[in-house]
């Protein structure tokens, strides 16, 4: 069986968080780069 202090709940709760953080933020940035790299070629269209 697994550590059930307060303490490593506590960890494991927080690296979780961490975890989801991180990848909230690659989607995040992917989103940003798509959305430019339309507007790139908006851009270039109207040229």
Excluded: E, Y
């Excluded at 933020?25 to 040229?47: E, I, N, Y």
């Amino acid at each position: 069986m697994g550590d059930r202090s307060p303490k490593s709940v506590q960890k494991t709760a927080g690296q979780k968080q961490s975890k989801n953080n991180a990848v909230a933020g690659k989607k995040a940035a992917l989103v940003t780069s798509q959305q430019a790299t339309k507007a790139k070629v908006a851009a270039s269209k109207k040229k």
